[in-house]
């Protein structure tokens, strides 16, 4: 007899970038800092290697009275007024006609993960793109959900045809589909899809809901830090043209929008037609979360809420600043990636860059050149993921010539 039940993932967990980057470190502490190009880390990094903060965040959760942040929060699912404050900011510009309803979350993983327990029933099929972050897979595995793949992209756009062989077979298959997009700014590529691409996708889960239903879920983690900020959320008016038999989950993380990844909150906001859905969906989520997390950071939520009462215009111009960093970065890899050829997936803009690399020998032995050359990155199954938004400008410069090198060296042997 296990001590654990049967259907439990016992596999010893081995995360890359945690792995990846901790060697970096090691090798920082005996080489020195100069020489080592850190591109493992999710986190936005200043241009002096050290984590960015807010000056307008920080110094409104350091007033922000102890007995405060000691609290419970007021609900299960967040405080009112926080999650008001996000759902006006996520959906800033764009008037939507549906019903809605929000639960707070630790980080937006935790919203993702609401979405993998409460969706499917165990062994069904979820819907995920070749090129996506790890734990998506991960999640499913755990809520015992079979993960099927579609082709992220058809040369250099968004893979409408394989996206639909994939939805159309589960639908057929199970009768319910649950689909997963991250966009925009996509982790790992740094892709953004088109308003026609957003268009064509509402266009399919439209005709498949007349079969089943139709769960999508949009993780924007990265929306706020989109090189065109003001056009960042045109995308979602079509997310009116949704029928009655589709529901959205958008997946938002405080963690990204404020830089503040320990403080694990986010949110999964609830969109649907009809109410009743939004209801059902909600009742389970808040469950979950009773029994899994309780409630989310109090002191956490009283800042974001503040923040964007009392001091959003100072936020919005103090982050602009670290979109026009992350941009000089994206451009400067981009444009020298480009120039020596270096295969990279369409990228336009974002925290991260991922070289192209589908032969695993090469894709394995490339990687840990890197290494060897000092350069800590990520490997994923298709491709190494470059974090551009922890490495300064001054070392991004000639990277992309560096790695080409290094990856020509590796194909000849």
Known sequence: MKFIKSNSNATPLQDNVFMISDKAQAASALNGNDKIINATIGSLYDEDETIATFDCVYDTYANIDSKIKAKYAQAICGNPNFLKSVYDWVFDKVEL?????????????GAIALAMMN?????????IPDLAWSSYKLMAKNNNLEVVN???FDNDRFNIKSLTKQAESIMIEQGKLLLFINDPSHNPSGYSMSLSEWQEVIDLINRLSLIGPCILVNDIAYIDYCKDIEHSRDYMRYFNNISDNVALIVAFSCSKTFTSYGMRLGVAILLAKQLKTIQ?????????????????NNGWMENFTTVMTDKKEIFIKEKQKYIEML????????????DCQLPIYPHKEGFFVTIKILDKDILGLFHERLMNNHIYTV??????????????????????????QILDQTKKK
């Open 97 to 109: 006609n549906l019903k809605h309803r929000s639960v707070a979350t630790p980080g937006g993983t």
């Open 280 to 296: 059902t969906l909600y009742d389970a989520f808040e469950n979950s979360a009773r029994a899994i997390w309780s409630n989310v």
């Open 119 to 127: 969706v499917l029933d165990e062994n069904m099929k979820v819907l």
């Open 327 to 338: 941009k000089q970065r994206s451009d400067t890899f981009c444009f020298e990636a480009n």
């Open 379 to 404: 490997k994923l199954d298709k491709g190494i993921r470059v974090a551009i938004c922890s490495v300064p400008l001054k070392k991004i410069k000639g990277l992309a010539y560096k790695m080409k």
């Open 150 to 152: 579609y082709q992220m």
